[in-house]
């Protein structure tokens, strides 16, 4: 049983090929962010020009060829509308031509099902953080199995938050890893901490730290906002992680690549005597991999999907989704 899966929601074009559970290949092209941030129809222009090459790479570092694919997957959302464009049209060309069936896959899904897979973890509660996104979720079984949302941001997400202070702080990109390292050695300014249940928001956080720039060192503000964030991610999970009593928690997505977020987590999780886990980089960044995964498990489990739900769709949210497996 061998899926490809596409994945084009954002920056990157990625094609991953999974055999029963089994990561073959996971290839990726990534659009050049400039400090003007992303302009979609050239994301989509690089990522349709990129298309045949990592399909190509994919296969070959796979050892396998179109042939021997039984299904295919292409991330439906939530992303960049034209973005998403390229990856389905490629995923319904190649499935039209191998005559295979094709699975619509939602993207956060899709992280936290990879890093569920790499974990072992039976039953994780899932801090799920990104540019555009920051959710805590966990699969419940009513009145359909699926996962629910228990916390999110009600603005932006924390990696867009970092992206913002990143460009007004004059960084280059990658900005997230880009504040990560100003960070280093900083020492706390206090800032506005935003978190009502499990629920949290970013933007008044991000206007003071933007402010504080013309005042205090920027290595201090970065700290600052660093810990205040993660900060407040932690105190959400842990609530989250009291609330539903699970004793697994699994961090994932773009941010999940910070190694203080990772670090907080584990000394919360460590204190409630539950399991903690991240992937490495190459699962939390946007990849193929967990497109294929997540479209395998929908195969096995026989899920069915109508032509017109073979669409793409910017705001696709995750509590949404029946788990058919
Ligand atoms: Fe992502």
Not at 113 to 120: A, D, G, N
Not at 256 to 271: P, Y
């Amino acid at each position: 049983m061998v899926t490809l899966g596409i994945e084009s929601s954002a920056h990157t074009f990625g094609v991953g090929i999974v055999d029963n559970g089994k990561f073959l290949s996971n290839k990726k092209d990534m659009y050049a962010i400039s400090d003007k941030g992303m302009i979609p129809r050239k994301v989509a222009d690089h990522h349709s020009d990129a298309s045949y090459a990592v399909i190509e790479d994919s296969l070959t570092y796979a050892g396998i060829s179109l042939h021997d694919i039984d299904s295919i997957g292409y991330t439906k959302g939530p992303g960049i509308g034209p973005c998403l464009r390229v990856g389905e049209l490629a995923a319904k060309t190649l499935a039209n031509k191998l005559h295979i069936p094709i699975y619509p896959v939602n993207h956060a899904i899709a992280h936290i099902e990879v890093t569920k897979h790499l974990s072992r973890f039976k039953d994780p509660l899932a801090l799920y953080v990104s540019g555009g996104n920051s959710q805590i979720l966990g699969v419940v079984a009513s009145p359909f199995k699926h996962y629910t949302v228990y916390g999110e941001t009600f603005d932006i997400g924390v990696g867009n938050m970092l992206d913002n202070f990143a460009r007004a702080a004059n960084l280059n990109p990658a900005w997230g890893s880009s504040v990560a390292k100003l960070a280093e050695g900083g020492k706390y300014i206090s800032m506005p901490y935003n978190v009502k249940g499990m629920d949290f928001t970013f933007t008044g956080l991000l206007t003071n730290a933007v402010k504080m720039l013309d005042k205090e060192s920027s290595k201090d503000v970065a700290f600052s906002l660093q810990e205040t964030a993660f900060s407040m991610l932690s105190e959400a999970t842990e609530r989250a992680l009291m609330l539903t009593s699970k004793k697994e928690l699994t961090v994932c997505g773009g941010v999940a690549q910070s190694a203080r977020l990772a670090a907080m987590l584990k000394g919360m999780t460590h204190m409630h005597k539950a399991k903690f886990y991240v992937a490495s980089n190459e699962y939390n960044a946007d990849n193929g991999a967990m497109i294929a995964l997540v479209a395998e498990k929908m195969h096995m489990s026989g899920a069915k999907i109508k032509d017109k739900d073979c669409n793409v769709q910017q705001r696709y949210r995750a509590d949404t989704v029946r788990i058919t497996w």
